[in-house]
């Protein structure tokens, strides 16, 4: 059994090469956007279901820490963006637990056996492209709050404390991806390990550990989302700020 | 990079799937969602406002239906008062004008009386004068004595006395 | 989920903004040293930037801290304070 940092390839149409990861992350935007349009067919302001009060509720939680941190304005704005983060790691992360997900294996171009599927956000590229989504946004609010000239005046104030203000934002960048990418890839690890050491009984409680670390780690990266955009925009602190 | 798996394609890969989950959810989940929240809300706040205004609504239909039976009751009273009022005038006027009548038919009743009294006075004035007249034609016709005269006077008072 | 007792906005702040100081400060010091490092090699002057990194690298990290223990609940307010006697 070998494993790697990265996403094991699985197929190659032409020159591009398409990972594990890369197919379980197209799964799982599939399978959220399925579920977002039954939501959207049985939606119902009178008569709410539980699977509508569910998902209501989730986006309620996330909709008032966008608010309380963010304030009411902004919140709203960054929502969608803030509440996919979530949405998308949380199934990303629970998904990857499911029994037989890991199971599958192919046999690819280079002739390796490699598994179909990987847990999405046990890929640098996926984690780094949101952290990268997310302190762009946070960039894109500060240029837009306080116009070109006033971003690059506070990010050189005073202008020796500007290399440490860029190595603060990209390692806003790197820490972001860095614990996504680590948690998941280190408990996929472990799972395997678990799996190929004493199959069935113990996994079954590092998959319950696993699935609270998948949660936390998405709320993590969701909440850090919104307090640096929060940050950026210098949004007016809401006085419920920790009321949520 | 390459050891950690980075590549920059994989990185395009994953953008671009994440960017349509969140235009995606935005028009199916996101969207619908805030606005029926903020219908809900809406709808809630109308609800609290129609309640407050029904209330109101309520609370003034009740002063309302006091002042009015209030009204009505002093209206009532004011009616019994004027009754009573205009009992009391007619009394007074009936007793007034009673009075007025019998003090009319005493003074009648006086006068004619009165009037009685004065004719029987002329009445009997008239008769002595009469009587005198008589008397003395009585007196000249035996004025040929003094005895004579003296029983004629006599007879008359005599006669006058019987009556 | 939801406004569930054993999760709110404030504990999830808290442990979101714990977590990411343990890795903000290793990524910080991380790219100044690794930095300093490949100037080192591409200009031939090991060890000055190595040692300029690891300073730079000091400093964000202690900037990366100040600025997500700001953010921390319960500081708000000193940190208010200090804003008003800044200016």
């Known amino acids: ?244 | 990079m390459e050891k950690l798996g980075i590549d920059l394609w994989g990185l395009l890969w994953q953008a671009v799937a994440f960017g349509v989950l969140v235009f995606g959810l935005y028009k199916l989940l996101y969207r619908p969602t805030l606005r029926m929240l903020d219908e809900r809300a809406q709808r809630i706040r109308q609800g609290l406002a129609d309640a407050d205004r029904a209330r109101r609504r309520l609370e003034e239909a009740e002063r309302e239906y006091v002042a009015r039976l209030e009204e009505a009751s002093r209206e009532g009273q004011r009616k019994v008062s004027e009754a009573t009022q205009a009992a009391q005038r007619l009394r007074d006027e009936i007793l007034a004008q009673a009075r007025q009548e019998a003090a009319a038919l005493i003074m009648q009743a006086r006068q004619q009386i009165e009037a009685e009294q004065r004719q029987a006075l002329e009445e009997v004035r008239a008769h002595i004068a009469e009587l005198a007249v008589e008397a003395a034609r009585r007196v000249v016709r035996a004025s040929l004595d003094e005895e004579a005269q003296r029983r004629l006077v006599e007879e008359f008072l005599a006669d006058e006395m019987r009556q | 989920m939801g406004k569930g007792p054993w999760i709110n906005g404030r504990t999830a702040r808290a442990l979101a903004l714990a977590a990411q100081l343990g890795t903000a400060v290793a990524a910080s010091l991380g790219l100044a040293i690794g930095g300093g490092l490949l100037l080192d090699r591409w200009l031939k002057t090991w060890p000055v930037f190595l040692l300029l990194g690891i300073a730079v690298g000091l400093l964000a990290s202690w900037y990366t801290i100040a600025s997500l223990a700001r953010e921390l609940p319960g500081q708000k307010k000193r940190n208010k304070e200090h804003n008003l006697k800044d200016e």
């Open chain 1, 1 to 244: 059994m070998e494993i790697t940092l990265a996403a094991e390839p699985v197929a190659r149409l032409g020159d591009v090469v398409i990972t594990n990861t890369m197919i379980t992350s197209a799964i799982v935007v599939l399978l959220l956007l399925a579920v977002a349009a039954v939501y959207r067919a049985r939606l119902s302001t009178d008569s709410p279901g539980r699977f509508q009060s569910l998902i209501e509720s989730v986006l309620e939680f996330v909709l008032n820490l966008c608010e309380a941190t963010a304030g009411k304005e902004l919140g709203r704005r960054v929502f969608p963006l803030v509440c996919t983060f979530f949405v998308f790691i949380l199934t990303a992360n629970w998904f990857g637990l499911l029994p037989g997900f890991s199971a599958i294996w192919v046999v690819n171009f280079e002739g390796h056996r490699v598994p179909l599927l990987r847990a999405a956000n046990s890929d640098l590229n996926m984690t780094l492209a949101m952290a990268l989504i997310a302190v762009g946004t946070v960039q894109v609010l500060g240029v837009t709050t306080r116009g070109l000239a006033g971003y690059l005046k506070e990010l050189a104030t005073p202008l020796f404390l500007a290399p440490i203000h860029i190595i603060s934002e990209i390692s806003h960048v790197i820490s972001l991806a860095g614990r996504l990418f680590g948690n998941i890839f280190g408990g996929e690890v472990l799972l395997l390990v678990m799996y190929s050491i004493l199959p069935y009984v113990v996994p079954a409680l590092f998959v319950g550990l696993e699935a609270l670390f998948g949660f936390i780690q998405a709320l993590i990266f969701t909440v850090l989302s919104v307090v640096y955009i929060s940050l950026a925009a210098g949004a007016e602190e809401a006085p419920s700020a920790h009321a949520a």
